[in-house]
């Protein structure tokens, strides 16, 4: 399995479980600049090869002083290439996230949030690839690409289905997959979602339309609540033993979201 891509696993619940406050994590770059970047050398030593920068927060619609914004990305991206330098290896994707908004009908809104984000970082060169993820709203994904349209970073996009394989806004996988092949994309596929046993099936159809590189980044499921915290019920082993299923179904760009931390991404690494 020499051609699969290890990603890293979630930002948001490890950070929590260093103490770091949900709505503080956007800010990590500029507040706790070395816990982030040992949060990127936890990934790139439990066998990640490709980290993401913590911007998936990071745009206008958060974070609406632009020359706060543009520093935020800055340090994100130098505190995930400090982290690289530090280790001898790796390389840096960096991540986009849905805007947050409800209203998507202001499409020209939607579209200048993302061309803003392309603008600050498109003539960097420490960015392997740009990988917008967690997309449920298909509106939302299109203006994305629209924004990117021919930018000289590649460019990866991974959906959140629903149990269902459709999107919060209503669309099937082919239905989905016959639109986004209209642009220059280098890899599409699945994160966040239902959990690995669910992201199986949707890589499944996902293979069936799509003949490119396709990404697996599951979460670990529906926590559950415990004195106050949620707790995840997959283990590292099971989650590497569903992720080596996932692998031979096609997919090739591989990782985790929440609930994922630096032990699972090292289970999965043992099986690629």
């Given at each position: 399995m020499n051609n699969i891509i290890l990603l890293d696993g979630a930002m948001g619940t490890y950070a929590k479980e260093k103490g770091i406050k949900y709505k503080d994590i956007p800010m990590l770059a500029i507040n706790n600049r070395n816990l982030l970047i040992n949060i990127h050398k936890d990934y790139l030593s439990s066998g990640s090869n490709f980290i993401n920068a913590n911007t998936f927060r990071l745009n206008p619609y958060v974070i609406k002083d632009k020359k706060l914004l543009s520093k935020l990305i800055d340090e994100s991206l130098t505190c995930a290439n400090t982290a690289i330098k530090n280790m001898g290896f790796g390389k840096v994707c960096y991540n986009i996230g849905p805007l947050g908004i409800s209203d998507f009908n202001d499409e020209k809104y939607i579209y200048d949030c993302y061309h803003t984000i392309?603008?600050?970082?498109?003539?960097?060169?420490?960015?392997?690839?740009?990988f917008i993820e967690t997309q449920y709203m298909l509106t939302e994904a299109l203006l994305a690409l629209e924004a990117f349209k021919e930018c000289k970073i590649p460019v990866w996009l991974s959906f959140s289905f629903n149990d269902n394989g459709s999107l919060s806004s209503g669309e099937n996988i082919?239905?989905?997959?016959?639109?986004?092949?209209?642009?220059?994309?280098?890899?599409?596929?699945?994160?966040?979602?239902?959990g690995p046993k669910g992201t199986l099936n949707t890589i499944l159809e996902i293979k069936k339309f799509w003949d490119k590189p396709i990404i697996?980044?599951?979460n670990l499921g529906i926590p559950e609540?415990?004195?106050?915290?949620?707790?995840?019920?997959?283990?590292?082993?099971?989650?590497?033993?569903?992720?080596?299923?996932?692998?031979?179904?096609g997919a090739t760009i591989i990782g985790g979201c929440c609930g994922t931390n630096p032990?699972?991404?090292?289970?999965?690494?043992h099986i690629i």
């Open positions: 392309r603008s600050l970082i498109e003539h960097r060169e420490d960015i392997h690839c740009i082919e239905e989905v997959i016959n639109k986004v092949k209209l642009y220059d994309i280098y890899a599409l596929g699945s994160n966040c979602g239902d697996a980044k599951p609540e415990s004195n106050g915290e949620l707790i995840y019920n997959v283990s590292p082993k099971e989650f590497s033993s569903d992720m080596k299923k996932i692998i031979e179904c032990s699972y991404i090292n289970a999965v690494s």
